[in-house]
């Protein structure tokens, strides 16, 4: 696969679940950073560090996943030159699943190299143990 050029932190998170979705594992590492200074903690498991460990953890949950989808909702963002922190909130929907699970609350870093964003860090989690999952609730605008 080529190296692919991503003009935006959203492009370079579109890629990665379109990658995560479609579990092309070439494509996947595309999105990270091309060094070894990146990380993967996936939800409940230790952190993978580096490039070859956070290959090889998607390449176990490739093999081991069935179809799904999954769905993102922005829940917050932060800016600096170079740098671009998104929290989402991931909707997984299993095989023919019609409804998504509850949602996992995923951290997403990018940084700018060469003038093109790259992954450097995943951080996802449940957002809460036990219960129902909390409702989609639109922001509160004070004004």
Known sequence: MPDQRYPTPEAAEAAFYA?????????????????????????LVAPLNGRAAVAAGWRSMFEAAGQFRVQ????????????????????????HETEPRPPILATNLFTQQDG????VLHHASPMQVGGGAPARVAPVVLH
């Open 19 to 43: 990658a995560f979705e479609t579990r092309d594992l070439d494509a996947m590492m595309d999105v990270w950073a091309h060094d070894e200074h990146i990380a993967c903690i996936h939800p």
């Open 72 to 95: 993102t909702e922005l829940a917050h963002e932060i800016r600096s030159p170079g740098h671009v922190i998104r929290i989402v909130r991931e909707y997984l929907i299993i095989g």
């Open 116 to 119: 093109h964003w790259r992954m």
